[in-house]
């Protein structure tokens, strides 16, 4: 019984092992292609070529139920990362002063929403195209998410933990309750006070690093997402991006090797080996 436990706790953080790896692994291929691409915003774009470029962010038609989130600017939103979450200590501070201030919380639903917006570099103006972090996370809509399916699950969280996405500048927390315009609270059960709604947005006129792969539609430049290379979104500038990728690295990397020890030794234990 006992070696079946710990092999059993072997596989698992065998398995937590690859994750941190995995995650290292992202990070080292974002830096490398960040590094390698934001040198200067070349004069002409080509097609299939990847560029880094900061530029001004120009709204053009914002995102679904965007009017509905409480950013304190009147600027449109152009898109924004969201997330459905329940605190596991009934408790949450609403006026911490950067995310993820109360590390108690469950995120049962995540995603993407995204208009049309461009950003221009002072040579041209660019537009993004988002589909592809939509697609590579599988991101829920927020208008089919219902406050009563509460269900989290390892795969609940990956929009808003992406490692593609670096927004810190409006960041929001309301309580579920109190947001008749995006969930029908009144056709629901009565909500409790512990579930809120958080978003991370990209507005109108305000800096934006952007890099990905170059497509050309009718004439106009698109900067998007492949399989060749990810399509990253920074409000913090390349810089500050790099600097946060190169803690990942060294954060998920220690923490891979430092599973993996652990991980062998109790399967070692549980095997009979040695």
């Known amino acids: 019984m006992v070696e079946?436990?710990?092999?059993?706790?072997?596989?698992?953080?065998?398995?937590?092992?690859?994750?941190?790896?995995?995650?290292?692994?992202?990070?080292?291929?974002?830096?490398?292609?960040?590094s390698t691409s934001a040198d200067g915003s070349p004069s002409t774009l080509v097609d299939g070529e990847t560029v880094a470029i900061e530029g001004t962010v120009n709204v053009r038609d914002p995102p679904p139920l965007s009017n509905a989130l409480s950013i304190d600017e009147e600027a449109s939103v152009g898109a924004y990362v969201w997330r459905l979450k329940e605190s596991e200590s009934y408790e949450y501070n609403l006026d911490a002063e950067e995310p993820g201030a109360d590390m108690?919380?469950?995120?049962?639903?995540?995603?993407?929403?995204?208009?049309?917006?461009?950003?221009?570099?002072?040579?041209?103006?660019?537009?993004?195209?988002?589909?592809?972090?939509?697609?590579?996370?599988?991101?829920?809509?927020?208008?089919?998410?219902?406050?009563?399916?509460?269900?989290?699950?390892?795969?609940?969280?990956?929009?808003?933990?992406?490692?593609?996405?670096?927004?810190?500048?409006?960041?929001?927390?309301?309580s579920i309750?109190?947001?008749?315009?995006?969930?029908?609270?009144?056709?629901?059960?009565?909500?409790?006070?512990?579930?809120?709604?958080?978003t991370r947005a990209i507005l109108d006129g305000e800096t934006l690093a952007v890099c990905g792969e170059v497509s050309v539609d009718q004439?106009?430049?698109?900067?998007?997402?492949?399989?060749?290379?990810?399509?990253?979104l920074s409000d913090q500038g390349f810089d500050e991006f790099s600097c946060c990728l190169r803690y990942q690295i060294l954060k998920y990397g220690l923490a891979a090797g430092g599973s993996a020890a652990i991980a062998s030794l109790t399967l070692a234990n549980g095997l009979g080996i040695g």
């Open 4 to 34: 079946a436990v710990s092999t059993l706790f072997g596989v698992v953080i065998l398995a937590s092992s690859l994750w941190f790896g995995h995650r290292a692994i992202t990070a080292g291929r974002l830096y490398q292609s960040v």
């Open 104 to 174: 108690n919380m469950i995120t049962y639903a995540s995603g993407i929403e995204s208009g049309t917006f461009t950003v221009t570099d002072g040579q041209r103006e660019i537009r993004i195209d988002t589909d592809w972090l939509t697609e590579t996370h599988d991101s829920a809509a927020i208008a089919t998410e219902s406050p009563d399916w509460t269900v989290s699950t390892f795969l609940s969280k990956r929009s808003w933990r992406s490692p593609y996405i670096h927004l810190e500048e409006h960041w929001t927390v309301n």
């Open 177 to 198: 309750a109190d947001m008749e315009d995006i969930f029908d609270t009144e056709a629901t059960e009565e909500i409790p006070d512990d579930e809120y709604f958080e």
């Open 219 to 232: 004439g106009t430049p698109v900067i998007q997402g492949s399989d060749k290379e990810p399509l990253v």
